[in-house]
């Protein structure tokens, strides 16, 4: 069942902005350029918090098993590399 909370109102400025109550925005982790979908549907706007990956952290794992596939079994196939490519994003899925 879904937990519901206690509303909180907020006014658009003149620029078109608006303030997220902090309540909210601590419970969701949404700090200084968090990056949040917004969607019109009817008479209401939805927020949605955007959870963009890290992809310099990613390519850096990437890169760390293919130098470590490379110490242990030598030079390494465009297919093996291929293969290390595809294990990690089965992994991130």
């Known amino acids: 069942m879904a937990q ?3 509303a909180d109102v907020t006014v658009v400025s003149s620029k078109g ?4 109550p902090r309540s909210i925005r601590e419970k969701l982790k949404i ?11 009817q008479d209401a706007i939805i927020l949605k918090k955007l959870e ?14 293919v130098d470590t596939r490379i110490v242990k079994y030598g030079e ?3 297919d093996e590399i291929n293969e290390i490519i595809q294990e990690h994003r089965r992994k991130r899925s």
């Not at 902005?17 to 997220?20: K, R, Y």
């Open 31 to 41: 700090g200084p350029k968090t990056k949040l979908l917004v969607y019109g549907y």
């Open 17 to 20: 902005q608006l303030v997220i």
């Open 52 to 65: 963009v990956p890290d992809v310099v952290k990613e390519l850096k794992e990437i890169y760390r098993r």
């Open 76 to 78: 390494l196939t465009d």
């Open 4 to 6: 519901y909370e206690k």
